[in-house]
């Protein structure tokens, strides 16, 4: 889909599903955005050649503004739209009509996407989720910041040294963990 005219129909499928519920895109984005309480909810389009990857999730704003932006922190949760309705979709085979419909099965999936306390919990498990999209990177900068925040401050200056300790090769964010970490201390170390 490489040109606005092959996407337009789609994006306007999903205006019409999304925007009376509060969600609100930009014209030339493919993303639709809602504010709730601390957290932004959101729904992207990912347009290929012929592939169509809707995302979704939950960003918790608050905590994104915690460290200095340029430790790239981005907390939250993310899930692809295929691992909640197991259809994939493209052009070829998936209406714009269709694919909003779908959009709306993920907007009904945002309550529990809000439930920090269990977001930890997936967090700390040394099982990989089945259908949430979480890198190493994500894990090893979400897991501390959540713990100090949620006053459980000896956990995560724990979890920071266990990840410090750990196959940091695996942290393909810039910059490097060990940044994350610094700032880290300087905010929560002598709390």
Not at 7 to 22: F, T
């Amino acid at each position: 889909m490489s040109n606005a005219t092959e996407r337009a129909p789609y994006l306007e499928a999903g205006d019409a599903v999304l925007m009376p519920l509060g969600f609100k895109r930009k014209k030339r984005e493919y993303e639709w955005r809602r504010a709730v309480d601390r957290d932004v909810e959101w729904i992207h389009l990912n347009f290929g050649r012929a592939v169509i990857n809707p995302s979704f999730g939950v960003s918790y704003v608050d905590l994104n503004s915690l460290l200095p932006p340029e430790v790239g922190v981005r907390c939250g949760q993310h899930f692809m739209l295929q691992s909640l309705t197991g259809t994939s979709y493209s052009s070829d085979t998936s209406s714009p009509n269709d694919i909003a419909l779908d959009l709306q099965k993920a907007v009904s999936e945002f309550p529990q996407l809000h439930d920090r306390e269990a977001f930890i919990q997936i967090l700390m498990s040394d099982k990989a989720p089945t259908k949430q999209v979480l890198l190493f990177s994500h894990r090893i900068r979400t897991l501390p910041l959540m713990l100090a925040t949620s006053g459980r401050l000896a956990e995560a200056l724990d979890c920071l040294a266990r990840f410090e300790a750990s196959d940091l090769a695996r942290d393909q964010m810039v910059p490097g963990y060990d940044v994350y970490a610094s700032h880290f201390r300087k905010k929560y170390a002598n709390l």
